[in-house]
């Protein structure tokens, strides 16, 4: 059929990919587009490995069309000085904010490293911000990322400077994190439920979620050698 490519031919393949760079710069630097500036991040990445001009594309991407993957992207470079840019866990942090902050498809992840890097310190000059961990940790888990909603069980289990232990809330989010599928969020809350912590005992319910515990553990474990096979 026309306009197919035969992936057995490499000088078909390379000029496919070819054409691809011109379409994807053109987009960019051209169009102005910022989704085009990140489909040509992402092929300089993925197809050219040429990392230091990928970071320059998601530096312009982020900083002048405020594109919330390309911010979550260069946090990431900054995190490893990948591409030649700063290693810098606090360039990170402003990347991952404005990443949070865009809404975009990136922005729950970006929210949860937002929480990361302000609840040890790493970005704070080592001091631990737990209020604005909690804040972060919140909006990912209301978006639905289960690491989150567990971190934030685990911040009321403990408490910390700003944040008041709070076993109910504790038992929230350990149970949001376990209906979201996080295997220690299950764990946790069938923990609570046994021993009446944040929540009312329930020998059933407890059961019902060790269960839950061992069942998404062992889901993982197949995962893990499927992927090993």
């Not at 390309?70 to 606090?90: D, I, M, N, P, Q």
């Not at 990443?99 to 970005?123: F, I, P, Q, T």
């Amino acid at each position: 059929m026309a306009g197919l490519i035969n992936f057995e031919d490499e000088k078909e393949v390379k000029q496919f990919l070819d054409n691809l760079g011109v379409e994807y710069s053109y987009q960019c630097h051209r169009e102005k587009d910022p989704e085009g500036c990140q489909r040509l991040a992402d092929y300089l990445e993925g197809v050219k490995k040429n990392y230091e001009a990928t970071a320059q594309v998601l530096k312009h991407n982020c900083e002048v069309n405020g594109h919330g993957e390309s911010c979550y992207k260069l946090g990431a470079y900054h995190v490893t000085g990948k591409g030649g840019v700063t290693e810098c866990l606090k360039k990170a942090y402003s990347c991952f904010m404005r990443a949070c902050e865009s809404g975009g498809k990136k922005s729950v992840d970006a929210c949860h490293n937002v929480a990361l890097l302000a609840h040890d310190g790493r970005a704070t000059d080592g001091s631990p911000e737990a209020r604005v961990a909690r804040q972060y940790y919140e909006k990912a888990c209301a978006g639905g990322f289960a690491p989150s909603c567990f971190n934030l069980s685990a911040l009321y289990i403990q408490g910390a400077t700003g944040v008041n232990k709070d076993m109910q809330l504790a038992f929230k989010f350990a149970l949001q994190a376990c209906q979201l599928g996080h295997v220690w969020g299950c764990a946790n809350a069938s923990r609570m439920y046994k021993l009446g912590e944040g929540t009312a005992r329930d020998e059933k319910k407890a059961e019902e979620l060790k269960n839950r515990a061992k069942e998404l553990h062992g889901q993982q474990r197949e995962r893990q050698l499927s992927f090993g096979d």
